[in-house]
C-alpha cells in the first residue's frame, strides 16, 4: 500500500466525463443539498444534516481527516460544469496490515441514474489499484440497496456475502450488510479480457 500516493498531496482523478476533486467551502450549497436530503441516505448509515452551519464544518472535518491519512472525501465534477459537485466518493478504512480499504459513494439525488457513480468508481478502483498498489477495495451495502449493488457489480466487485444484524448505524439501528470485494488480481484479470 502506498499511503503516499494518497495522502502527500491531495489527489485529482479523471474520467472522460468526470473530475473528483477536493471539497471546497465555496461548494458548500452542493455539499448541503446532498446532506440535508433524506433520500439520498436512505442506505447509509448517516443521519440526514439539515443545518448549513454543521454542514460547514464537516467540510473542515474532510480536511482534517485528509490531513490525519484516515480518509478521503472527492467531489465528484462532472467536466461539462467542474464548478458544480454532484456527488462525494471516498475511501476509508485503510488496512495496512491486509492492504485493504473501503470506499462509498452518493450523489445529489437530481443526478441519479445517469453513470456517474459508475464512473466514478471505475476511476477510484483505477487509481487505488494501480497508483495506490491497493490489494483489496470492499463496500458495505444495505441489502435493499439496488442501485448500488449494480454500480459495484458493473466495476468487477463480487458479492461476498452477508453480516446478519452485525453493525449498528445512525438512524437505522442493527442491520444487516452486504459485502462486496474486488481484488487487484480480478482487476488485473478483466484488463486483459479475460
Given at each position: 500500500?502506498?499511503?503516499?500516493?494518497?495522502?502527500?498531496?491531495?489527489?485529482?482523478?479523471?474520467?472522460?466525463d468526470l473530475i473528483m476533486k477536493k471539497i471546497e467551502l465555496s461548494h458548500l450549497d452542493e455539499v448541503?443539498?446532498?446532506?440535508?436530503?433524506?433520500?439520498?441516505?436512505?442506505?447509509?448509515?448517516?443521519?440526514?444534516?439539515?443545518?448549513?452551519?454543521?454542514?460547514?464544518?464537516?467540510?473542515?472535518?474532510?480536511?482534517?481527516?485528509?490531513?490525519?491519512?484516515?480518509?478521503?472525501?472527492?467531489?465528484?465534477?462532472?467536466?461539462?460544469?467542474?464548478?458544480?459537485?454532484?456527488?462525494?466518493?471516498?475511501?476509508?478504512?485503510?488496512?495496512?496490515?491486509?492492504?485493504?480499504?473501503?470506499?462509498?459513494?452518493?450523489?445529489?439525488?437530481?443526478?441519479?441514474?445517469?453513470?456517474?457513480?459508475?464512473?466514478?468508481?471505475?476511476?477510484?478502483?483505477?487509481?487505488?489499484?494501480?497508483?495506490?498498489?491497493?490489494?483489496?477495495?470492499?463496500?458495505?451495502?444495505?441489502?435493499?440497496?439496488?442501485?448500488?449493488?449494480?454500480?459495484?457489480?458493473?466495476?468487477?466487485?463480487?458479492?461476498?456475502?452477508?453480516?446478519?444484524?452485525?453493525?449498528?448505524?445512525?438512524?437505522?439501528?442493527?442491520?444487516?450488510?452486504?459485502?462486496?470485494?474486488?481484488?487487484?488480481?480480478?482487476?488485473?484479470?478483466?484488463?486483459?479480457?479475460?
Open positions: 500500500m502506498k499511503l503516499h500516493e494518497i495522502f502527500d498531496s491531495f489527489p485529482v482523478l479523471a474520467s472522460s448541503y443539498s446532498i446532506y440535508s436530503n433524506d433520500n439520498v441516505f436512505k442506505y447509509c448509515g448517516i443521519i440526514p444534516k439539515h443545518n448549513k452551519e454543521t454542514v460547514k464544518l464537516m467540510i473542515g472535518h474532510f480536511d482534517r481527516d485528509f490531513m490525519k491519512r484516515s480518509r478521503v472525501k472527492w467531489g465528484i465534477f462532472r467536466r461539462q460544469d467542474d464548478s458544480k459537485l454532484v456527488g462525494i466518493l471516498e475511501a476509508f478504512d485503510f488496512n495496512q496490515k491486509v492492504n485493504m480499504v473501503t470506499i462509498g459513494y452518493f450523489l445529489s439525488e437530481s443526478y441519479w441514474g445517469q453513470g456517474i457513480a459508475t464512473q466514478a468508481v471505475e476511476t477510484l478502483v483505477k487509481f487505488l489499484f494501480e497508483n495506490a498498489d491497493i490489494n483489496r477495495i470492499q463496500a458495505e451495502v444495505m441489502p435493499s440497496n439496488e442501485s448500488s449493488k449494480r454500480v459495484l457489480l458493473k466495476n468487477g466487485f463480487k458479492k461476498e456475502g452477508v453480516l446478519r444484524q452485525a453493525h449498528l448505524w445512525s438512524g437505522k439501528g442493527v442491520i444487516d450488510l452486504e459485502i462486496y470485494g474486488i481484488l487487484k488480481g480480478d482487476y488485473s484479470w478483466n484488463l486483459c479480457g479475460v
